[in-house]
């Protein structure tokens, strides 16, 4: 399970929920320091609101506002740092124990006291409910359990560094034992009871409405409450609520056109535009099953075919950032890599790697590329790319864009089907093993017969590498920065050298509020943050 394959599967089949139902059970909320209620405009409609089910950046994103996780992020930071936490984890010698603190004093939305048992419950829920990210924890933990009244130890099958950014996930926030059971695939996509700053007060499939909780342990709110519109994956329609006053706020998703125009629309004075380096992240996949990308010369010519800048400025109105590596430049191992092996738009490098490779315009190397309908970016990048291997390449390689609907594009990426493909990634959690290991690893297979199952047969590249595999599974342990830092420039090299994928570029994300609106914060989750905000 990949965020990105729910987040292109949901807008073909979503969950019509009863709307504007009211959530019960819940303490009256009041304003505390509001200049009232603002309204935010998205295309996201979430299919479920039941953390331990929620896979989706459009279902995430409320559970993100009304809920706490024993850790989160401040905007701008990758580092985790302690919230129904009072401290970062200690951690045993065998890197298998991580005891945390609880916090005291904080209650859940129907009144219920918040404390150790109540925490173990809501991760042992998560994982034990089967719900679409349990994998997140399942995969590594072996038992949660409360060691006293506000103590919390976590033991995991095998040491794993990055296992605190995963206690981050939206999903693993606290949930109350009386509003929720235990119990294989029984969610709750409807109604939400946590310990977070707003209360949900009616949940629809085109207006969601949160309201201040009074009880909040922490930071109140700025505003009284949010009312979510959702225009239901319609950008036109948020364009143009937003250009008209009718949302205060606009985010996510709008066409890259409409970003722009926007944009203009702000340096004119009529509102306010707000860019934020994201951590979602695009890559060309390149199935090293199929000819003639069985060749890693081949590989590597397209490596040097594209041209990152050149895509940005016209495909994404420099609304993305050119990537070099795996990793995002907002992580400090990441290493531009492909620049410097390749750099862009390196037509002579990419000629003579195809003429070692035996290609000629008299016998060109013929590549299909294969994206998921519905993508504007994804569609004009593939057709960027053919012409620019036409007009560039003499002949030499022919590339053939194709298109299929999203839910059939995920079924089939895992099935040996697509040459090459064009794809998104979010994020589950943010450390950089969540880039690398989802792609790169393959536990199952040999250099022979290519990946049998795991990460790259999942993602579709069908990559098999004894060495990255070892490289992946040392980071894992790695608790030293500075051993880890010099394991994941092991990690690019090899990646510059086997070519496994091509990163593209990552995202820069975009707010648009109305003059006088102040408060604006995006976390690394690509979450907007409602608490903060203020008229």
Not at 74 to 82: C, F, L, N, R
Request: proline content about 7%; overall charge positive; glycine content about 6%.
């Amino acid at each position: 399970m990949n965020r990105w394959q729910h987040v292109s599967l949901v807008s073909v089949a979503l969950l019509l929920v009863t709307s504007c139902q009211s959530s019960n059970n819940s303490p009256t909320a009041t304003a505390s320091g509001d200049d009232g209620t603002i309204t935010v405009g998205t295309t996201q409609q979430p299919r479920t609101l039941d953390p331990a089910d929620a896979y989706e950046l459009r279902s995430i994103a409320l559970i993100r506002n009304l809920s706490d996780r024993l850790y989160t992020y401040d905007p701008g930071s990758t580092e985790i740092k302690p919230q129904l936490a009072t401290a970062l984890p200690q951690v045993s010698a065998d890197s298998l124990s991580y005891t945390i603190p609880i916090r005291q004093g904080v209650v859940f939305h129907d009144g219920t006291t918040f404390d150790a048992a109540a925490m173990a419950f809501s991760l042992q829920r998560f994982i034990q409910n089967k719900g679409k990210p349990s994998f997140l924890l399942s995969e590594r933990v072996e038992s949660v359990k409360a060691t006293s009244a506000y103590e919390l130890t976590i033991k995991l099958k095998k040491p794993f560094a990055a296992f605190p950014s995963m206690l981050a996930f939206p999903g693993t926030c606290a949930v109350s034992p009386k509003a929720y059971e235990i119990a294989e695939g029984k969610f709750k996509a409807t109604s939400f009871v946590g310990t977070g700053p707003y209360v949900l007060k009616e949940y629809g499939t085109d207006r969601v409405k949160l309201v201040a909780f009074d009880r909040y342990w922490g930071a109140k709110p700025l505003n009284r409450s949010v009312n979510i519109q959702i225009f239901s994956n319609n950008s036109a329609n948020l364009y143009n609520s937003f250009r008209t006053g009718a949302v205060d706020v606009a985010f996510q998703s709008l066409e890259p056109d409409q970003v722009k125009s926007l944009e203009e629309g702000a340096k004119a004075g009529n509102w306010q535009s707000i860019a934020i380096d994201g951590s979602v992240t695009s890559y060309l996949i390149l199935n090293v099953l199929q000819k003639p990308l069985d060749n890693p010369l081949v590989r590597q010519a397209l490596a040097a075919l594209v041209d990152r800048p050149t895509i940005n400025e016209r495909i994404l109105y420099g609304q993305g950032k050119p990537l070099y590596s795996i990793v995002p430049s907002t992580f400090s191992v990441s290493q531009p890599g492909f620049k410097n092996a390749y750099g862009d738009g390196n037509i002579a490098k990419a000629k003579q790697l195809l003429t070692q490779a035996g290609f000629s315009p008299q016998n060109p190397a013929k590549i299909q590329i294969w994206y998921p309908s519905g993508s504007t970016p994804r569609r004009l990048t593939a057709g960027f790319l053919r012409a620019y291997a036409r007009q560039k390449l003499g002949g030499m390689l022919e590339l053939e864009p194709n298109t299929i609907e999203s839910a059939s594009f995920f079924k089939y990426a895992s099935k040996n089907i697509y040459p090459a493909t064009l794809q998104d990634w979010y994020p589950d959690f943010l450390d950089p093993d969540n880039f690398v290991q989802p792609f790169l690893e393959c536990p199952k297979g040999t250099a022979a017969t290519g990946c049998k199952a795991g990460g790259s047969q999942t993602q579709g590249s069908f990559y098999y590498s004894d060495r990255m595999n070892q490289l992946i599974a040392a980071q894992g342990k790695e608790s030293d920065p500075a051993k880890r830092q010099q394991i994941y420039a092991d990690i690019q090299n090899q990646l510059i050298q086997d070519v496994p994928l091509i990163p593209l570029w990552q995202t820069k994300d975009f707010v648009f509020a109305k003059k006088g609106m102040s408060g604006i914060n995006i976390d690394p989750l690509q979450n907007l943050l409602y608490s903060g905000m203020k008229k």
